[in-house]
Each structure stands twice: as C-alpha cells, then as structure tokens.
C-alpha cells in the first residue's frame, strides 16, 4: 500500500495543491481588505463632508455618526494642528480622545493629520489600543465651502474585529481545504475500499463538527471565570450534596425505567413479530403512539387523570393522600413515553431473527418455554441490551417531565435546566449536564463488553420462510390480557388530549366548544408547515447515515472506531438543553454560522437520534453472517452495490424504525430546539407548550392532536412504500 511511487505522488499532489490553496487565499484575502479599505475610505469622507461648522452641533453629529455606522467611533478635529492655533478636538468615545492626546506627537499619528491637512485621506498602518479593542484610525480632511482647503479632521477608528474575524475564516477554510484534499487523495492513492474511507471520513467529520466540537464550547465554559482558567465551577457542582442527590437520583430513575420499558417494550415486540395473536397494526400502532406526541403532553394527561385534583383520583375515586408526583410517578410517565423505544429496537431485532435454530429445538422434543429461554432470548440479546441502554441514557436526558412531575424527587436534568433558565448560569448548567455522561458512558462500554464476547448469528443466507409460534394459548391469552390493560390506559391518555380539544377549559369548565379547533389551527398553521418540512428533510438522512454508521462499528475495523461509535453515542445521553445551548455557543459564530437558520435545526434533529438508528443497525447486523457479503463481493459486486443490494434489504426493519423514530421525535423535538427556533423557522411543540404553559390546555390539545395525526399518517405511507420485500416477509405458524 505505502510504495515509494505512491508517497513521491501524494507528497507532489499535496504541495501543488498547498501552492494553489496559498495563491486563492492570499488572493481573496487581498481583495477583501482592498474592498474593505476603499469601503471605509468612502464611509470617512461622507462623514467628514456632513461635520457642521457650530460647535453646539458637533456633539450630536457625532452620536448620529456613531450610531449609524456600527463598530466605528469618531474623532472630530476643529482646525488643524499645526496650522491653526486653536483646535477643539471632540469624540464620541472618552477613550478615542485619550487616545488622540497621548498619540498625537508620534509619527505616524502627525503623519495623517499632515496628510488631511493637503486635503487626501489615509489609513494608518499600525494598528493602536482603543480599550479592548484594536483599531486603525483613518484620517479625512473637513473641506472648506470652496473645497480647496481643510478646516478640520475626522479620524475615524476602525474596528480591526470584522477584517480580523475575515481573516481568521479565510485561513480556517484554507487549513480545512488542505486536510480534506490530502484525506480524499490518500484514500483513494493508499486504500483499496475508497468507498469505505470515505464513508468513515464523512462520519468522522459529522462527529467532530456537529457533537464533539459544540460540546468542547460548552465544557470550555466550565472551567472559564470572567474569561480567565478557573475550578470554581467545578468545585461549586461537586462539593453540593444537593447535585450529587441529583444525579444518583437520575441514576435510578433510569435504571428503572430502562428496565421496566425494556420489558413491555419487549412484550409488544414479542407479541407483533412472533406469536400469531390478531390486531397486530392496531398494536403496533398502540405501541408507537407514545413516541409521536410532545413529552409533557402524556404528563399533562397523567395530571389531569391522577393528580391532586385529578379526574379519577379526585372526581370519580375521592381519593385522599393520594400523589402521583415523585420518583413512581415519573417512572410510570416516562416508561410510556419511552418503551416504544425499546419496541421499535426489539421488533427489527426479532423480525430478522431466523427461526431454524428454534425449530430445531422444538423437533429436538424442547418445550416452548425451553425454547424460548434458551434460544431465542439469547439470540435477541444484543436488542435488549441496545433497548435498555436507549431508553437509559433518554431517562437520564429527560428533562421536560421530572419538570412537571418529580416533586421533590431530584434529577440532575431539571436542575442543569433550571441552573441555565432560571438562574442564568451557563457554566453550571454545563457542568451539571456533562456529569450524567458518567453513567452513561458506563452503561455504554459495559454493554459493548459483553455483546463483544458473544456470537449472535442467526441471519446465515438460508433464512426460513416461516417462524414458529413459541407462545402457547395459554401465554397467548396472558399476553393479550397484559398488552391490553397497557394499551388501554394508553387510549385513555390520549383520549384526556382529544377530549381537551372540545373542552373550554380542563378542570374548570367542562363546556363543549369547537372555537378551540380554529383559533389553533390559525396561530399554529406555520410552526406546522415548518415542523414537518424539516422533519421531512431530516428523516432520510438520519436513516442512511446511522446505516452506515452501523455497518461500519459491526463490519469495518479502522483506527478510532470505538471513539466514533463513543462519540455518535453522545447525543443521547445528555439533556437537549446543553446540546442546544453548544450549539448556539459554536454556531453563533464563523466559520459555520447557523444559529437561526433552518440547517441548525435538521442537524440537530439527525444528531439527536442518530444513535436510535445506531444500535438499530448494530443490533440487526450482528444477527447476520459476514459470508452473505462476502459472497456477493468474491462474485465481483463492489462495496457500494454489497451494501444496496445486499446489506439494505437485510436490515430494512432496522432501517425503517430509524427513520420513523427519526421522524417522529423531530417532529416531537422540545428540549434542544428551544433554544434554536427563530421568527422564521419555529417548531409545533414549542406553540404547544408556550399554550400550556399560558393554561390554553384546549389550544394545546388541538395542536398536539393534528401533530398525532399528521405523524400517524407519514408513519403509515413510510410503511406502505417502504414495504419489506416479499423473499424476506415471514409467517407465523402454531406447533
């Protein structure tokens, strides 16, 4: 690979290119500060045209100019030194005119002056102090009513900020134009799967600018105090019992959660892909109604129903002492919210799942439940094990719940939410948020270690048509019973929203109205159309990425995998309202300017769920035999057509549950895009939760109903035209 011929040509490529890149940047960086000279030059002698010859004026003229013409300052001189006895001297700015009385003797300062003097204007070519700023001072004569001679001077100061700032961009997307180039030609001179190294060098470079870059900006605050190196954050967040009683109660919630959603999430998944039980659309769209709806709305509904003066506990059930508020409460909360995750995982995963391994069992004499636990548990492992660290490190993440719903239950989510909202500590917040990547990233590499140890292979290029039904009826009917009380009080969490619709005012008037329907649609019809033009934007995207994100964590070895998938993982395991605040702290400024744009909120929206399609990908693919592949590649298919033709159709379930997760929690995005919607690009849930907090649960309710619906729909044409192919359809037959 690394020949002598190969290197002569690389290191010959690579320096005509330097030449070439030096040459366009120095030449673009010339015009610019050529342009922006003749700019000022011109700003100058209009503002030294328009100085008025009353001294009572001169004051407010040079507020005016200052004001109008941003960055800049002014000094006007009355006279000319040196030539008239008298000068006033005058400035908008106390330290511009220090700066004139300490400066005015040196050469190049009586260098300008004498040059306004003959009536031409200059630039100083050093560059002075002004405060903390640094500015080059521009001298322009004050002509006469006969314009042949000057009668004073104006010297403007000039911010070096905005050229500097140019500058800086220009030789950052130099330095950038270099590295790309000399990755891009080595792997295609020193490699032999180009394809592959530029997947990893897209994924490398989507990590490094859209999650590790905007995180170092929020770390980097944490250890800044009026702008100098400091510990005192640190030392605040870790000696506080009242945050470290946070996080080990984040600890906690999550654990449980992430173990009880695993395991109903797993029941659905079980009960869709593998048994032979009626209505499995109705389930599954049960199971992924949660996930589609803005996360305080099944909050809201579970207050309504069951809090203190709750419809059932207080109306119908007169129950007293009764609280749903607390670590319980939340963990019922968010195990509805968040146990579709864990479906949608574990059906992909039991969907591939070749069946021969469980039938052999069963001609082998095994009883189901043998079968069950012996094979297929195992085999979905790998699911598992992805489902519960998901919906872990999105327990751990969730902030808009415990918000509402924890009491004195204490989260370490809620109070770096409160440390950057309510007390405008940034810094603390930041902290706060970077400590639950401890557990996180715990959780994380132990799963990794224990999944790395095992073969999950079932997927061998002979799969069967068919699946046996491993439930008996008996298990069958406790099943149905199970999954219908969880998928009726989800009904009836969703019926409170609906029924809001129609109703005045929840728990004071129950009066039927439509007024609600219109006024909702008419105020929110923008943030709508925004919504699902950007979620649709996103969706794709995310999904062919995490793709093959995952074919390379399972398939690929190269230097750094292990720290990329680290990194792809990031975003889900810590509180949106750090990713957003990184992002408005590394995009609010060159070179990637995107704060307010349409393009932060896609990234943010593929950066936050793309480990959801992640572990689907990893988690599917580890179920399926490398020969498969291999095969097609010894038949001369490149890496591109393995990975269409090949790959694709096998992980499709996978596939398709991450671009429906991707699409409808973008749709569903609160707690990182607050802090990045615009005038012009807003987002529904924000209108959602702006009406509730307002107490306009019934405009809430109308608003989050048609978000259901217009999710509801996409999630179905997704699935009709999305189709799994018919080679890889299977049935479901009883023993």
């Not at 003097?117 to 050093?126: I, Q």
């Not at 990893?618 to 590649?633: F, G, H, K, M, N």
């Not at 991707?662 to 895009?673: D, H, K, P, Q, Y």
Request: with cysteine.
């Amino acid at each position: 690979m690394f020949t002598k011929k190969k290197i002569i040509t690389f290191l010959t490529a690579l320096t005509v290119f330097l030449v070439l890149d030096l040459w366009m940047f120095s030449s673009l960086k010339g015009s610019y500060s050529k342009t922006l000279a003749e700019d000022q030059v011109l700003l100058a002698t209009a503002v030294a045209r328009s100085a008025p010859a009353e001294s009572e004026a001169v004051e407010p003229w040079l507020r005016s100019a200052t004001a109008s013409y941003g960055g800049t300052t002014f000094l006007y001189l009355k006279g000319i030194p040196g030539v008239d006895e008298a000068v006033e001297a005058s400035a908008s700015n106390p330290m511009l005119l220090g700066l004139y009385e300490a400066s005015k003797d040196d050469e190049a300062f009586a260098k300008g002056i004498e040059a306004a003097g003959y009536l031409e204007t200059s630039l100083s070519d050093g560059v002075y102090r002004l405060g903390e700023a640094k500015v080059r001072l521009l001298f322009a004569p004050v002509p006469s009513a006969a314009g042949d001679s000057a009668t004073g001077i104006v010297v403007a100061a000039l911010d070096e900020a905005r050229a500097r700032s140019f500058i800086n961009l220009a030789d950052a997307l130099s330095a950038i134009a270099l590295i790309v180039f000399a990755l891009a030609f080595g792997i295609i001179l020193f490699t032999r799967d180009p394809p592959t190294g530029y997947a990893i060098l897209v994924l490398f470079g989507v990590a490094a600018v859209f999650i590790a870059y905007p995180l170092l900006e929020a770390a980097r605050l944490t250890f800044l105090k009026e702008g100098r190196f400091s510990l005192s954050v640190w030392k605040t967040v870790l000696g506080n019992k009242q945050y470290l009683s946070a996080l080990a109660g984040s600890v906690k919630l999550g654990c449980v959660t992430a173990t009880i959603s695993t395991f109903v999430g797993f029941l659905f998944a079980f009960a869709v892909a593998r048994t032979s039980i009626k209505a499995k659309k109705l389930l599954t769209t049960l199971a992924t109604m949660p996930v589609i709806s803005p996360p305080f709305s099944l909050t809201l509904s579970i207050i309504l129903l069951f809090g203190n003066n709750g419809l059932i506990t207080n109306r119908l059930l007169h129950l007293q002492g009764f609280s749903i508020y607390g670590m319980w409460g939340l963990a019922i909360v968010q195990t509805i919210s968040m146990f579709p995750i864990a479906f949608l995982t574990l059906s992909g995963v039991l969907q591939a799942m070749d069946s021969t391994l469980e039938d052999a069992s069963l001609d082998l004499n095994a009883g189901r439940w043998t079968t069950f636990t012996k094979v297929t548990l195992p085999l979905a492992a790998p699911g598992l094990l992805s489902s519960w660290l998901l919906v872990f490190t999105n327990s751990l993440a969730d902030f808009a719940n415990p918000l509402l719903l924890a009491g004195s239950f204490r989260v370490l989510s809620v109070e770096s939410y409160i440390e950057v909202t309510g007390m405008n500590r940034l810094a603390n917040g930041a902290a706060l948020s970077i400590l639950l990547l401890l557990p996180t990233l715990t959780a994380f590499f132990l799963q990794r270690s224990w999944v790395s140890r095992k073969s999950f292979v079932v997927v061998t290029g002979k799969p069967s048509g068919r699946m046996s039904d491993l439930a008996s009826k008996p298990v069958r009917n406790a099943l149905v019973v199970v999954i219908s009380l969880i998928s009726a009080f989800i009904v009836a969490l969703y019926g409170t929203i609906v029924a809001g619709c129609f109703v005045k005012n929840w728990g004071v008037d129950y009066s039927f109205t439509l007024s609600n329907i219109v006024e909702a649609l008419q105020r929110g019809k923008d943030a709508l159309f925004s919504t699902l033009l950007l979620s649709a934007i996103a969706t794709p995207i995310a999904g062919i990425l995490s793709m093959v994100a995952a074919v390379l964590v399972v398939r690929k070895k190269f230097p750094g995998k292990r720290f990329l998938e680290a990194l792809v993982m990031t975003p889900f395991a810590i509180p949106g309202t750090l990713l957003g605040i990184s992002y408005i702290l590394a995009f609010n400024k060159q070179p990637i300017l995107l704060v307010g744009t349409a393009a932060i909120l896609v990234v943010n929206y593929v950066v936050r769920e793309l480990p959801v399609g992640l572990e689907n990908g990893v988690a599917t693919l580890r179920q399926i035999d490398p020969s498969i592949e291999e095969a097609a590649s010894d038949l001369g298919a490149d890496q591109a057509t393995v990975f269409r033709t090949v790959v694709m159709p096998l992980i499709r379930p996978a596939f398709i549950s991450s671009m429906s997760y991707t699409f409808v929690r973008s749709m569903t995005a609160v707690s990182a895009i607050i802090f990045l919607i615009s005038a012009r690009w807003y987002h529904i849930t924000i209108q959602i939760y702006n009406f509730s907090e307002n107490i306009r649960f019934g405009l809430a309710s109308v608003l989050a109903t048609t978000l259901i619906i217009i999710v509801l729909a996409v999630f179905g044409l997704m699935r009709l035209f999305l189709r799994q192919s018919e080679n890889l359809e299977k049935t479901i037959t009883i023993q």
